[in-house]
């Protein structure tokens, strides 16, 4: 670990070493972070073509954005974890890392000589995380997980969509993302356990339970009745009117938490007899009523279009907002603001959502390694020569 | 600070001590991780009936579920923070706290006499979280927001569902849930790094940002193209066949994420004449004309039932899973082996998916706390005359 001054730190990780062997999605957007908030991030990747992403489209400028987006920052070696000579630059990076990150299928680690008990003996200060898609206990530990599969057996892909509709992929890769942000979460929190006592840990991270962390009302639901609930469409489970509605032209979406918001709704759409009909008149008979309440609504607002609305409720000070799409979203004034797209090497890439104030939030950033660039120079700084 | 005794820790933030404000869902969904691994974490409810959520169903056994999931194993103490007897209390505890959380909308804490630029002159270590729908800076930070109007703006909901069919929330609170957890990240890292600079941060997370971050392959479509994707229904953006299909009976997913695993897909529906078809012999190819082939492998399918097709597929190691709802999936031998659904108090709730070898991972937690449960306890700790 090299030295911290806070005054140049780019991050609260700043001289920490990773040596990250994960690969495709999961394990990767975990390391992303640590390398935003400042650790130095080694990707080690196989020989060949290195990550599988590297492949992936879509490519701009010569680079795969799917890289790109969760390895910029970063830097690569390749390296055959079979071959004595590669392996023995591999221990000594071991020996002075903080943190392995893996995300191989559970005993892949094992059948290289590089499980977490044989690491710790050589360092045990390391942090060693695994994400994996169902974790490295129980009977599913070595079942093959993608996204989709964990998002269609963790209950998350019946839980989205419209009662008399198909269940739905969460439109992005849900799963993934939050195995990811999970084995960063262990790996930060192992950190700060370390620095009182001395001693790293194994982070065992599944995609599954990560899911399951995140199924909220659903789960409320099951452990209420025993049942999994029906599909909900856009509307909220305990409030009314918390919907996505349609208007003249597009659809908006109106949340109601609470009376005085409600009777402003009722001010804005001229239907204020609604406040004391006693079918509307408290959130659990309006939830109670919402299909009849939603039917009012949009007949009401099937008279003006989106931009009217949105102004109008907003006026009311109604939570009210339009349905944009990614594009409409990253060009909002408020995501420039926030520095939520920013630039890294040839291409654009997410921003890191984590702002702290005593800590630089750039908008440019170091890209994503080519294949093996930093090869030579890792090479040489734990070559055993230097080490002894 | 209390002193740390790695054998009887609880978990890496035993001994801290953590002022909650925080209320609803996202705030309460990141100071919850603390808790869980081993943070106290005292919870100051405003008077009358405290958090909105205490009122929120489903109820069992008299305890919001809604509550339970976020607060269990806190402590809870009633403050009037416009008090000045409980302010003095308030302000006695932060000079003791190593993190205060707060979700209020971005202005209210500087009303309140309670600015991170305050506190911090009070104690200078002190993490201060502000999670808000979309932070504290920009032309958007004060507009209201709730997880449904965020969703809306970030594009999630416009890139979930299918191409002919309307946009649609993700079924669950992902933006409340997103921000709560890069919150929790945000806690994690500043604590690290104030190991190295004796300095607290203000950390100032938007449910906004984190679901950009969560946008994946929608965002990056949006970068190579400066357009909006089409939604993609269940399928993979860059991969196919990986995508849910229709048996004789169910739905199942299906993922090939190489050509190896097509080939012994078309093996397993007996069409292995496929591999060599041009129009599906390689990735690119299978993404290009995904609709024809879905077709082939739907009429295979109908053929057989989900439980025929799940045997059959599996046997050619091919990642293949039925969809389950949340009861399904919580009722999994795996999720139990795993502790993801544990007792705290007098309900059931999801457990923790940071597993970490040197810390245990308790099936049975306290319950949440009721409303000012430790409120006598935690005045008489934090009293003036006992500090001086």
């Given at each position: 670990?090299t030295?911290?001054n806070?005054?140049?730190?780019?991050?609260?990780?700043?001289?920490l070493?990773?040596?990250?062997?994960?690969?495709?999605l999961?394990?990767?957007?975990?390391?992303?972070?640590?390398?935003?908030?400042?650790?130095?991030?080694?990707?080690?990747?196989?020989?060949g073509?290195?990550?599988?992403t590297?492949?992936?489209?879509?490519?701009?400028?010569?680079e795969s954005?799917?890289?790109?987006?969760?390895?910029?920052?970063?830097?690569?070696?390749?390296?055959?974890?079979?071959?004595?000579?590669?392996?023995?630059?591999?221990?000594?990076?071991?020996?002075e890392?903080?943190?392995?990150?893996?995300?191989?299928?559970?005993?892949?680690?094992?059948?290289?000589?590089?499980?977490?008990?044989?690491?710790?003996?050589?360092?045990?200060?390391?942090?060693?995380?695994?994400?994996?898609?169902f974790?490295?206990?129980?009977?599913?530990?070595?079942?093959?997980?993608?996204?989709?599969?964990?998002?269609?057996?963790?209950?998350?892909?019946?839980?989205?969509?419209?009662?008399?509709?198909?269940?739905?992929?969460?439109?992005?890769?849900?799963?993934?993302?939050?195995?990811?942000?999970?084995?960063?979460?262990?790996?930060?929190?192992?950190?700060?356990?370390?620095?009182?006592?001395?001693?790293?840990?194994?982070?065992?991270?599944?995609?599954?339970?990560?899911?399951?962390?995140?199924l909220?009302?659903?789960l409320?639901?099951?452990?209420?009745?025993?049942?999994?609930?029906?599909?909900?469409?856009?509307?909220?489970?305990?409030?009314?009117?918390?919907?996505?509605f349609?208007?003249?032209?597009?659809?908006?979406?109106?949340?109601c938490?609470?009376?005085?918001?409600?009777?402003?709704?009722c001010?804005?759409?001229?239907?204020?007899e609604?406040?004391?009909?006693?079918?509307?008149?408290?959130?659990?008979?309006?939830?109670?009523?919402?299909?009849e309440?939603?039917?009012?609504?949009e007949?009401?607002l099937?008279?003006?279009?989106?931009?009217?609305?949105?102004?109008?409720?907003?006026?009311?000070?109604?939570?009210?907002?339009?349905?944009?799409?990614?594009?409409?979203?990253?060009?909002?004034?408020?995501?420039?603001?926030?520095?939520?797209?920013?630039?890294?090497?040839?291409?654009?890439?997410?921003?890191?959502?984590i702002?702290?104030?005593?800590?630089?939030?750039?908008?440019?950033r170091?890209?994503?390694?080519?294949?093996?660039?930093?090869?030579?120079?890792?090479?040489?700084e734990?070559?055993?020569?230097?080490?002894?």
């Open positions: 670990m030295d911290h806070p005054k140049l730190a780019k991050g609260p990780f700043d001289g070493l990773v040596i990250d062997l994960t690969h495709v999961n394990g990767p957007f975990g390391t992303q972070i640590l390398a935003d908030l400042g650790a130095r991030v080694i990707k080690v990747e196989q020989p073509h290195g990550d599988d590297r492949l992936y489209g879509p490519f701009v400028n010569g954005l799917y890289y790109s987006f969760t390895n910029r920052g970063k830097e690569s070696i390749v390296l055959n974890l079979k071959d004595e000579a590669d392996r023995e630059i591999f221990f000594n990076m071991i020996k890392a903080d943190v392995l990150a893996e995300n191989f299928r559970p005993g892949t680690m094992d059948k290289l000589g590089l499980s977490y008990d044989t690491l710790a003996k050589i360092n045990p200060r390391l942090v060693y995380a695994s994400s994996s898609g974790g490295h206990t129980g009977p599913l530990a070595n079942a093959p997980a993608y996204d989709t599969i964990i998002q269609a057996m963790s209950g998350i892909m019946m839980e989205t969509g419209f009662v008399n509709g198909p269940a739905t992929r969460v439109g992005t890769s849900l799963s993934d993302l939050c195995g990811g942000i999970y084995m960063f979460c262990g790996i930060a929190s192992a950190l700060y356990g370390r620095e009182r006592t001395g001693q790293g840990t194994h982070v065992d991270v599944a995609m599954f339970d990560s899911t399951l962390a995140f909220e009302h659903g409320m639901n099951y452990v209420a009745t025993g049942q999994s609930p029906e599909r909900l469409g856009d509307r909220h489970p305990y409030m009314a009117p918390f919907d996505v349609q208007t003249q032209d597009k659809h908006i979406a109106i949340c938490g609470n009376d005085a918001l409600f009777a402003e709704l001010d804005a759409l001229k239907i204020p609604l406040v004391s009909d006693e079918r509307f008149s408290s959130n659990a008979s309006r939830v109670k009523n919402q299909a309440l939603k039917a009012i609504i007949q009401q099937s008279q003006q279009n989106a931009a009217y609305w949105l102004d109008e409720i907003d006026k009311h000070r109604v939570p009210v907002a339009p349905l944009l799409g990614v594009a409409q979203a990253m060009e909002l004034p408020q995501t420039k603001a926030r520095n939520m797209l920013i630039d890294a090497g040839a291409v654009k890439v997410p921003g890191t959502p702002k702290l104030s005593t800590y630089p939030d750039p908008t440019v170091k890209g994503a390694p080519k294949l093996d660039e930093n090869g030579t120079a890792i090479r040489q734990f070559a055993t020569a230097q080490k002894t």
